[in-house]
């Protein structure tokens, strides 16, 4: 890359994110991002897609994949996006995406890919037997970011080396195509607390909703019993809550439950442990119980509602991949004129 300051951008201030349409979302999703996307809607232009070009660098039932889009998006709704705010869409309905993606494969360079950490984790030991698509997915994710020229993109910590990587890609498409300040360079919305919820039955591994047990995690589409059931089942260990922080440091499991109430409360750990601190898990569990069910129980009832009957889902898709395209489309046409494509 070149070491000359890049021209500032001048255009408007925009956000970005998405979600892989690929399973069950769980507490950890919420808390890491919807409910920060509800809340950023109102702060920023914001665009939120389904990633389901993404979902196809493994194999998915294309007979399901549809439903696994309209369950993300209910999921979207039932958490607070307002389709009348945020465009919501599908990414497959944006072919711009597609198509600067391949422009960027052209300006990304295979040595900034083999630097990619998580091809390396995904792919295992047999890369080899890896889709072409799972290894250039992040060129990808930057045509999903930069097709919009969105200025800021909320990133967790496996997500920082890949907004890095569209930084360099639109610095050096501004770069060879002699068009200063074209692209922004994207930056991070950091998730804040409650950003890393950790596994219900082992403290040390984040939620997840490849992890073969149910009790693992608490699922957006869970009734009252079943949240109940999860967090009075959650491992824990035979000591009362500790009245600082630095007492949670050896305690995986008693930190994470401290840490789910905290923000499912809007607290601090410290507020949390002030109130609690001296309590057994006998009395804490129930309580966190109780608000857990008030806090993610009507976000079940809702995306239960919404799936029933999907009409109005698919009413939200088609509005947003409408406004998404008018968006990405004077873009796109930028691009292929910088190019020097024909039409």
Excluded at 75 to 91: E, S
Excluded at 164 to 184: S, V, W, Y
Excluded at 231 to 258: F, H, Q
Aim: hydrophobic share 40%.
């Amino acid at each position: 890359m070149t070491d000359q300051a890049p021209a500032p951008y001048a255009g408007p201030q925009r956000v970005l994110s998405g979600v892989q349409p690929s399973g069950n979302l769980h507490l950890g999703n919420y808390l890491g991002a919807l409910v920060k996307f509800a809340r950023l809607q109102h702060e920023i232009e914001t665009f939120i897609f389904i990633a389901d070009l993404h979902a196809i660098t493994v194999w998915q039932d294309p007979a399901k994949l549809k439903d696994q889009v309209r369950e993300i998006a209910a999921a979207y709704l039932a958490t607070g996006l307002d389709p009348n705010v945020a465009t919501i869409f599908a990414q497959s309905a944006v072919p711009q995406h597609s198509e600067l993606a391949w422009v960027f494969n052209c300006v990304a360079r295979l040595g900034w890919l083999d630097r990619m950490t998580q091809f390396k984790e995904k792919s295992g030991k047999h890369k080899e037997r890896a889709s072409v698509g799972l290894y250039t997915y992040p060129v990808l994710q930057a045509a999903d970011i930069l097709v919009y020229k969105a200025t800021h993109v909320p990133v967790g910590e496996d997500q920082k080396q890949h907004l890095e990587l569209t930084r360099d890609i639109a610095q050096k498409f501004n770069n060879d195509f002699n068009a200063p300040g074209f692209f922004p360079l994207p930056e991070p919305v950091t998730q804040g607390p409650g950003a890393r919820v950790m596994s219900l039955r082992d403290g040390s591994a984040k939620m997840s909703k490849s992890d073969p047990s149910e009790y693992s995690r608490i699922s957006l589409t869970d009734d009252p019993d079943a949240i109940s059931q999860k967090i009075r089942k959650a491992r824990t260990d035979a000591e009362p809550l500790p009245e600082t922080s630095e007492g949670l440091s050896e305690r995986p499991e008693a930190k994470n439950l401290v840490g789910i109430y905290a923000a499912l409360a809007g607290k601090t750990e410290a507020e949390v442990l002030a109130e609690f601190a001296g309590q057994g898990f006998g009395a804490f569990k129930p309580k966190l119980a109780d608000l857990a069910v008030s806090v993610m129980g009507p976000i079940g009832g809702e995306m239960r509602r919404l799936l029933a009957d999907p009409a109005e889902i698919d009413r939200v898709l088609a509005k947003g991949g409408e406004r998404a395209r008018a968006v990405a489309e004077p873009h796109m046409a930028e691009v292929r004129k910088l190019v020097g494509f024909w039409g």
